[in-house]
């Protein structure tokens, strides 16, 4: 009796940073939304809500109503999402690249979308048909693939995927300058650079139930692969000696990693560091085991990318800074520490 009361108490005891975190989300949401030209409390906020879905009935100002249904909202729950995607996607490349310092866009994921958004905006290629969130997104794809073909598929090791990752960002960067130099005017160059950075300003609801529903999904199957990234911890040989497909669960996790990537770039732009500092972040506070690590990377992800957003907007008065500037800021002095000790490790 003893025992089960003693397992009990730590199981809610380790359970007790994911409930606090989940908690957390909604509050900083609904602070998100109040933050604007237009100040609007957080009950107002959480009263928006329950009155839409019938839970409440209270007496609100039609203002905002619509400022909090129409604008904020969406945007504060599609930067909740893309955080948690970011994250959970540097997490799965850091497992299976065997990397502390891998991220989302080894794979040139990001210099491919910004190939594709290139090709819409300047080059007008499927202007009329496709729009800059579809071109980016085949962009994306198209630099997964290429990185697929030189690291010779599921067979390719980790360093040679490495490698192919730096090779298509190389060459689908080359690309995008050259176009930009050569056939894009100052107007058309500074949007593509604005949009590159990362912003939340177009998104809407629509972008809401796409991201939501892709990284939902995505999380689930990575969930489902938690013990198989356990074990590349050890290594692609220690894996297969455990009874892993090694290929066929490569190709798996990176095909989904390339979908959360891709979607989220494709809507709202480079957002650089999150992939990597979060997975870290998460670590420290649960442990290694991925069946923790990545309902912790979520949440961690969605809780950092609401508050960036919160700063890009009050840090310069009157001035919406690109979401990629502020995630930087914060990335870069912690990848700083991370590549200091393993330095010292080494």
Request: net charge positive; hydrophobic share 60%.
């Amino acid at each position: 009796m003893r025992q089960s009361r003693r397992s009990f108490g730590q199981a809610l005891l380790a359970g007790a940073p994911f409930l606090a975190a989940l908690a957390a989300i909604p509050f900083v949401i609904a602070i998100s939304v109040g933050i604007g030209d237009l100040p609007i409390p957080v009950t107002t906020t959480f009263l928006a809500i329950t009155n839409r879905l019938g839970w409440t009935a209270a007496t609100l100002s039609r203002i905002h109503e619509t400022v909090i249904w129409d604008y904020r909202l969406s945007r504060a729950l599609v930067a909740a999402f893309c955080g948690a995607g970011l994250a959970l996607s540097g997490a799965i490349m850091q497992s299976l690249l065997r990397n502390p310092l891998a991220e989302p866009y080894v794979l040139g994921i990001s210099a491919g979308a910004s190939t594709g958004a290139v090709g819409i905006v300047i080059l007008g290629i499927g202007s009329g048909v496709a729009s800059l969130s579809a071109g980016a997104f085949v962009g994306a794809f198209a630099a997964f693939l290429f990185v697929a073909l030189l690291s010779n598929g599921t067979r390719g090791g980790a360093d040679r995927t490495i490698l192919a990752g730096v090779a298509a960002s190389q060459l689908f960067n080359a690309v995008t300058s050259y176009v930009v130099t050569t056939a894009g005017n100052a107007q058309q160059a500074r949007d593509v650079m604005f949009w590159l950075l990362g912003s939340f300003g177009g998104v809407r609801w629509p972008e809401f139930m796409l991201v939501s529903v892709v990284v939902s999904l995505g999380l689930v199957a990575c969930l489902a692969y938690a013990r198989v990234l356990d074990a590349f911890a050890f290594g692609d040989e220690a894996a297969a000696a455990l009874g892993v497909n090694v290929g066929r669960a490569r190709l798996t996790l990176f095909s989904i990693t390339a979908l959360l990537t891709a979607t989220i770039v494709s809507m709202v732009g480079s957002i650089g560091f999150v992939g990597l500092v979060m997975p870290h972040a998460a670590r420290f506070v649960v442990g290694p085991l991925h069946i923790r690590l990545l309902p912790a990377c979520a949440i961690g992800g969605a809780i950092f990318m609401v508050l960036a957003d919160i700063a890009a907007r009050v840090l310069i008065p009157q001035q919406v800074l690109p979401i990629g500037v502020v995630t930087a800021l914060v990335g870069v002095p912690v990848f700083s520490v991370i590549l200091y000790r393993f330095q010292r490790a080494a």
